[in-house]
């Protein structure tokens, strides 16, 4: 338990940053996992848009530092991969 002013402001900062990071993270799963359902659908238009949508989501979460900028781009060139092999 934080004894210190300090450490007790430190205390709800981490809080806080725990939450928006876990926001960011979540929207960002969501969306992958969207394009992943749109290219095993098979619908190339709607697999675009998706794949599209989820790499912008990637690259937003690891600007911020949510997540590292390696796994975006490895999960964005995947996705993209699966939809060029659609097409």
Not at 20 to 39: D, M, P, Q, T
Not at 56 to 70: D, E, Q, R, Y
Not at 73 to 86: E, G, V
Request: aromatic share 0%.
């Amino acid at each position: 338990m934080a004894n210190h002013p300090s450490a007790e402001k430190r205390n709800r900062q981490r809080v806080a940053r725990t939450e928006r990071n876990r926001a960011a993270k979540s929207s960002v799963r969501s969306a992958v996992k969207k394009a992943r359902a749109a290219i095993a659908s098979g619908d190339r238009a709607g697999a675009k848009a998706n794949v599209a949508e989820a790499s912008t989501a990637l690259a937003k979460a690891a600007k911020k530092g949510v997540i590292h900028k390696n796994a975006a781009a490895r999960t964005t060139s995947r996705i993209q991969a699966a939809l060029s092999k659609l097409g």
